[in-house]
């Protein structure tokens, strides 16, 4: 009989890691996983086999602060969490934020042979004082909760895990211990059988017509990505090269990019997979961002040729080292000379279509299964 698991989150759909981890821990662990839902959102709801906390109160709100906690927790709703540990005899947490630490030392205090996993989506220290920087004075109370959180996060935890070797240095520093080990990012499985986009004709691509995809929904770092490569790239690659570009909001930038007939800015759709399936190069030229790129695992989970830069291939190196046939697949490159360069090489070698090496690639790190053996290699 397995051991019963807990899984504490407060992201779920919102974000891609998240998702991933819920959905392979539901499938390794079944009924035996029980799910605590941090979001502050929504009525309070308890079931045998899951919890949301909902709304916080304005009391709660204000006992939060006082207490050191970060957004999503208060001493009360720590002691419930426990209280369910305790009840439901759990062994083995799962804990998708680094931010929690409150929580992990008043379980390892409590139940000390109870193991806590942690994941780290970034390394807070770090990126809590951007923030801070950013969002000014009103932002202090949930800095000084959140630093704290890691703080004793990392000190409590059994086991930190972070995405890339990036943050494993990164948490190295500033830390003065190695984390445990590494999850990197997966994506969704691909489904290679939707051709068709209610958002986009494919149909009008030419014999010659090459189709460049760029997806990224609006954020600063994508929007400045997109604009360098237009300027800087895209301008100078021949007329047979056209220009995709979806992510949800990227509508903004439309009206800057309207006197160009070989850019197509479409914005939000309802699904990837129309799009990837189309592509004949993905692109991903990011300058800025921490974390592993979601883009670029999508791209070798659908075997396109990819271009990036060492921003967006962070945490994917093994990528670069992929051939067909003794010929690159996966370019990263920061120099817009070069770059044009690298589309050349691949119109004239014919570089186009779906490469198995990168397929298995893809499954055999960056997919659901990949991170289902992993966690369960984690929590044996």
């Known amino acids: 009989m397995k051991e019963d698991v807990m ?11 998240a998702t991933i981890h ?15 839902d ?16 909902g709304v916080m109160s304005k009391k709660e ?8 906690n970060t957004w999503y927790l208060t001493n009360e709703r720590i002691n419930t969490i426990c209280n369910i540990i305790e009840r439901k005899n759990i062994k083995k947490i799962f804990i998708d934020e680094s931010a929690f630490g409150k929580l992990v030392r008043k379980i390892k205090k409590k139940f000390p042979e109870v193991v806590v996993v942690t994941f780290y989506h970034d390394i807070g220290k770090i990126l809590y004082s951007q923030w801070l920087k950013n969002k000014g004075i009103k932002y202090l109370p949930d800095y000084i909760g959140s630093m704290y ?29 190695k984390p445990e080990g590494l999850l990197p990012a997966a994506v969704e499985e691909p489904d290679f059988s939707l051709i068709k ?22 954020y600063y770092p994508n929007i400045v990505g997109l604009s360098w490569f237009v300027k800087n790239v895209f301008l100078n690659l021949s007329d047979k090269f056209k220009l995709i570009v979806i ?10 990019y309207k006197d160009n007939n070989r850019i197509f800015i479409v914005g939000g759709v309802k699904f990837l ?55 690159k697949i996966v370019f990263s490159e920061d120099s817009a000379e070069e770059q044009v360069k690298i589309f050349e090489l691949i119109d004239k070698k014919n570089l186009y279509g779906r490469y198995k090496e990168l397929t298995d690639l893809f499954k055999d790190n960056y997919s659901k299964d990949a991170i289902k053996n992993r966690l369960l290699e984690i929590l044996k």
């Open 247 to 256: 992510g949800r909001g990227m509508e903004c930038v439309r009206e800057d």
């Open 7 to 17: 899984y504490i989150s407060r992201r779920f759909e919102t974000n891609i890691c």
């Open 273 to 327: 997979a129309p799009f990837y399936n189309n592509a004949d190069i993905v692109i991903a030229p990011l300058f800025d961002g921490g974390g592993m790129k979601q883009k670029t695992a999508e791209a070798l989970a659908y075997g396109k040729t990819f271009v990036g830069t060492k921003e967006s291939l962070y945490g994917y190196e093994d990528a670069l080292q992929v051939n067909h046939n003794g010929e």
């Open 197 to 218: 986009a209610v958002e986009f004709d494919f149909s009008k691509k030419g014999d010659k017509d090459r189709y460049i995809l760029f997806v990224g929904s609006k």
């Open 38 to 53: 941090l979001r502050t959102e929504g009525i309070k709801k308890i079931s045998d086999r899951r919890i949301n906390l």
């Open 61 to 68: 709100k204000v006992l939060r602060t006082l207490e050191l």
């Open 22 to 36: 819920l959905k392979a821990l539901q499938e390794l662990y079944k009924e035996n996983l029980y799910i605590v």
């Open 149 to 177: 959180g890691e703080k004793l996060n990392q000190k409590y935890s059994d086991c930190n895990l972070v995405l890339n070797q990036r943050d494993y240095k990164v948490f190295e520093k500033v830390y003065h211990k």
